[in-house]
């Protein structure tokens, strides 16, 4: 249904360029038709006038509309970091604190709340990326793929206010967030379905026997 509704919206806008086009001809026939029967003394006078009045108004109407757009991008933008900037306060929040200090019942009408903005402000890439990271979420089982659709969410959210995400390696919201996220990305490379109980269960077993090898060699 989505990709009917575009092709529709293309085709809709194509011939609407097609009429103003077509509009556009029609007017310079009639004009240039006008003038050949004008005698070449007001003829010239006639093409200057016209060309002169076109050319302020399109630098009016262009004008205008560049600056209106510039004002709405920004109102966009603004309101767009505002929205993005207080779901990440709350995100961080209960994810440092392991969700101890922040009540579940709490984060439903929050959620609730971030859904209805996301409507309202953001692209459709931050809502495919934010479902997609909602909807596994639910299954409860904190693994790889959730952190990567963690990352997918927040790159979608840095796009949608126009930062370059270029350069950014895979596995940022584990660089910046787990302990060991080189452990991390080494075994989430091997396993995709990588649990972090799994993770913490190797890093709990890897630092005991890096224990033990210290108190031999000591």
Do not use: C
Not at 3 to 16: M, N, T
Not at 146 to 163: G, K, M, P, Q
Not at 177 to 185: G, H, M, P, R, T
Request: glycine share 6%.
């Amino acid at each position: 249904m989505h990709r009917i509704r575009s092709i529709f919206q293309f085709a809709l806008g194509v011939s609407f360029l097609v009429a103003i086009g077509w509009s556009l001809i029609w007017l310079i026939r009639t004009f240039a038709t006008y003038i050949a029967t004008v005698p070449k003394e007001l003829g010239a006078p006639i093409i200057a006038a016209v060309g002169t009045v076109l050319v302020a108004t399109l630098t009016i109407v262009l004008g205008k509309y560049f600056e209106r757009k510039k004002e709405l991008d920004a109102l966009y933008r603004d309101k767009k970091t505002e929205v993005y900037d207080d779901f990440l306060k709350k995100f961080f929040e209960f994810y440092f604190s392991g969700g101890e200090d922040v009540e579940a019942k709490d984060m439903v009408p929050f959620f609730r709340d971030f859904s209805r903005k996301l409507v309202l402000w953001s692209g459709p890439e931050v809502i495919e990326a934010f479902l997609a990271w909602k909807d596994h979420l639910a299954k409860g089982t904190p693994d790889a793929k959730s952190i990567f659709l963690t990352e997918a969410f927040l790159l979608a959210v840095r796009n949608d206010l126009r930062h370059s995400n270029k350069g950014i390696r895979r596995g940022l919201f584990a660089r910046m967030f787990l302990q060991n996220s080189e452990l991390f990305l080494l075994m989430a490379a091997k396993n995709p379905n990588l649990t972090l109980e799994e993770l913490t269960e190797f890093e709990k077993a890897l630092s005991t026997a890096q224990a033990e090898i210290a108190a031999k060699e000591a």
